[in-house]
């Protein structure tokens, strides 16, 4: 399982950290992905993590520049540090940890055992 929080409301231009926590086994040797869905929109894969050091990232076009991935695995956590962020950026976002090696392929997953997401808003 899984735990996503850090999400909240924010202004355009905002910053906000997202965390996805291991509550049980660890996450060094899976890839991690954040994963997003908004209102009557189909979820997305935003940005992907390779497993181990986290060499591989992936970012979907509409963050690169603005968000960054990464992982402490001593801690068992993945990040998700979003920058510059817009009203288009309103979602529920959710992680994901599968053992793969191709994180780009992972981000364009749209079925997985979701958790319970953690909702961001970008409003004025």
């Known amino acids: 399982q899984f735990v996503e929080s850090g999400g909240g409301l924010v202004q355009p231009g905002g910053s906000l950290r997202l965390s996805c926590a291991a509550s049980?086994?660890?996450?060094?040797?899976?890839?991690v992905g954040w994963f997003r869905q908004a209102p009557g929109k189909e979820r997305e894969g935003v940005s992907c993590?390779?497993?181990?050091?986290?060499?591989?990232?992936y970012y979907t076009e509409s963050v690169k520049g603005r968000f960054t991935i990464s992982r402490d695995n001593a801690k068992n956590t993945v990040y998700l540090q979003m920058n510059s962020l817009k009203p288009e950026d309103t979602a529920a976002y959710y992680c994901?940890?599968?053992?793969?090696?191709?994180?780009?392929?992972?981000?364009?997953?749209?079925?997985?055992?979701w958790g319970q997401g953690t909702q961001v808003t970008v409003s004025a």
């Open positions: 994901l940890a599968l053992p793969v090696s191709n994180v780009q392929a992972m981000c364009i997953m749209t079925s997985g055992d």
């Open positions: 049980g086994g660890t996450l060094d040797t899976l890839a």
């Open positions: 993590i390779s497993s181990g050091d986290g060499s591989v990232v």
